[in-house]
């Protein structure tokens, strides 16, 4: 016979009207072109963890405008300056006070006073297409209030809690260049960079004084394809150390490695992935505020090998592609 624990039993509800209203226009004149777009919106959030008699509301409203201008300098070639207002909002889980205990020394809860991140967003850049590349550098401005950020708390001497708290600014400008190259179908290859310069400001959580760091990452991605039917694929993720209220999280580098074999006019799809074929991928966390100095090291004891048979049933709608790219397990 099954018993409930009470201290490990929940209900948590939660309850999110959003009310919008939106409207874009576009005009071209020449080479200039330009769209811009508003969206106003209302809304209202209640939650209620019933097992601990813990209610809560909130509403919030805003306006959220977009502007994106291109210029037509050549044939190839375009500058293009935007600017948008994006808003994000916490998921369900970060809402949830209820404590759930990893393991006896660790506590994740979520907090109901969670505000949504509001994100201005400034990018200039220019975009060159030639006949089998592209070029896309951008330089760019991002300034987020109420981001959301991990926070740790020694409960006792045994004892921590994980939960989820809003900076009260988080800024990066930065440097982003796209590289595509296409040689035929045969060879499809994507470059992305990005060198940022980040401050993040938690005096709203006790911390004085603002942290700033260089960062950088990098993805790319390849695929050749010898044959209609046959396709070979290589991607890759780095990311440097990156900031937190109470410490940083260190480099991560993660490759892998995938094929697919389509047979009887693609009907029959066979995959094969590997992830984390060097065995490098790891989330590395520090720690180091008042009571607690922690370094927290999560790795695989092995990497994934995926292979699967897929079989298509009748014929596919129109826009639908069977040849899908290759999905890889990206966490440790």
Do not use: C
């Amino acid at each position: 016979m099954f018993l409930p624990d009470a201290s490990k039993t929940y209900r948590f509800r939660l309850d999110q009207a959003i009310h919008a209203v939106y409207g874009t226009y576009e005009r071209a004149l020449g080479k200039f072109s330009a769209l811009g777009g508003l969206r106003a919106e209302y809304a209202k959030v209640s939650s209620d963890l019933v097992t601990g008699a813990l209610p809560f509301s909130d509403s919030y409203s805003g306006l959220y405008p977009t502007l994106h201008m291109a210029y037509q300098a050549t044939a190839r070639g375009q500058f293009q300056l935007n600017y948008s207002r994006r808003i994000r909002r916490p998921e369900s889980e970060e809402l949830n006070p209820f404590p759930e205990y990893t393991d006896p020394y660790n506590i994740d809860s979520g907090n109901p006073r969670l505000k949504p991140e509001s994100i201005h967003s400034y990018e200039l850049g220019y975009r060159h297409a030639g006949d089998h590349f592209s070029f896309a550098p951008t330089l760019y401005l991002r300034d987020r209030r109420n981001g959301f950020t991990r926070l740790t708390q020694a409960l006792n001497s045994t004892t921590v809690l994980r939960t989820v708290a809003n900076l009260a600014s988080d800024r990066s400008a930065g440097f982003e260049p796209v590289l595509t190259i296409s040689a035929g179908k045969e060879l499809q290859a994507n470059l992305n960079g990005n060198v940022f310069y980040d401050q993040i400001d938690a005096s709203n959580l006790g911390y004085a004084g603002r942290k700033s760091v260089v960062s950088w990452s990098g993805t790319f991605n390849v695929t050749v394809t010898p044959w209609t039917a046959t396709k070979f694929e290589l991607s890759s993720n780095y990311r440097s150390a990156r900031l937190t209220p109470q410490g940083d999280s260190r480099p991560s580098f993660v490759l892998n490695a995938g094929a697919r074999q389509n047979l009887l006019r693609d009907r029959i799809s066979l995959t094969f992935a590997i992830s984390d074929l060097l065995k490098t991928q790891r989330q590395d966390t520090r720690l180091d505020v008042s009571g607690i100095r922690q370094r927290v090291t999560n790795r695989r004891d092995s990497q994934i090998v995926y292979a699967g048979l897929t079989y298509h049933y009748g014929r596919p709608a129109k826009g639908d592609k069977k040849d899908k790219p290759i999905q890889y397990e990206d966490q440790p």
